[in-house]
T-cell receptor, first 114, second 115 residues
Framework: DQQVKQNSPSLSVQEGRISILNCDYT??????FLWYKKYPAEGPTFLIS?????DKNEDGRFTVFLNKSAKHLSLHIVPSQPGDSAVYFC?????????????FGAGTTVTVRA | EAGVAQSPRYKIIEKRQSVAFWCNPI?????LYWYQQILGQGPKLLIQ????????DSQLPKDRFSAERLKGVDSTLKIQPAKLEDSAVYLC?????????????FGPGTRLTVT
């Protein structure tokens, strides 16, 4: 069953504007969340993460927001750049899972228009 | 620091044939994962190793898939016999345990096409 859902398969945004990617999860045991970025013919690369003890984490142009009550997180990219065009995966894990396994969403393809 | 290496990068086989993928994790990363990523879906964990022991293989179709990590470093994933639905990208990832972080480092993947 799909415990992590990214309901928007694609997103198109103008260069310089904000990109907002959404992710929902169903497993209440999840308490750590990550975003990965993937270019064609490459493996996913880690972008940013957030623990459930926080509701916001920022790294440069990338900010992740977590709403635990809604089981929802979002990734904001400001400003969007052409190099941000990629597939973005949301992933989640539970601290009770000592093996640090990740459950991934299906991904959102972001296209930044010049 | 060298990244996760995988080979081959691409493989085309006919159904019922066998195929093997190889992975070399980042040096010092005792935890190794194999994922299957079908087009339009996220990576799905097939098997997780800690050193040369299996931690979780609950999602591995054991009737046709096998994996090993004999010396706790390199790993191979084998499919025998392959089915059309095995067409996917097979990703290998590694993690350094004991760091308290969840981040996994991925290789470039092997794209398998079964015809």
């Amino acid at each position: 069953d799909q415990q992590v859902k990214q309901n928007s398969p694609s997103l198109s945004v103008q260069e310089g504007r904000i990109s907002i990617l959404n992710c929902d999860y169903t497993n209440s045991m999840f308490d750590y969340f990550l975003w990965y970025k993937k270019y064609p013919a490459e493996g996913p690369t880690f972008l940013i993460s957030i623990s459930s003890i926080k509701d916001k984490n920022e790294d440069g142009r990338f900010t992740v927001f977590l709403n635990k009550s809604a089981k929802h997180l979002s990734l904001h990219i400001v400003p969007s750049q052409p190099g941000d065009s990629a597939v973005y995966f949301c992933a989640a894990s539970g601290r009770s899972s000592n093996d640090y396994k990740l459950s991934f969403g299906a991904g959102t393809t972001v296209t930044v228009r010049a | 620091e060298a990244g996760v290496a995988q080979s081959p990068r691409y493989k085309i086989i006919e159904k019922r044939q066998s195929v093997a993928f190889w992975c070399n994790p980042i040096s010092g990363h005792a935890t190794l994962y194999w994922y299957q990523q079908i087009l339009g879906q996220g990576p799905k964990l097939l098997i997780q190793f800690q050193n040369n022991g299996v931690v979780d293989d609950s999602q591995l179709p054991k009737d046709r898939f096998s994996a090993e990590r004999l010396k706790g470093v390199d790993s191979t994933l084998k499919i025998q016999p392959a089915k059309l639905e095995d067409s996917a990208v097979y990703l290998c990832a590694s993690r350094r345990p004991g760091t308290g972080t969840y981040e996994q480092y991925f290789g470039p993947g092997t794209r398998l096409t079964v015809t």
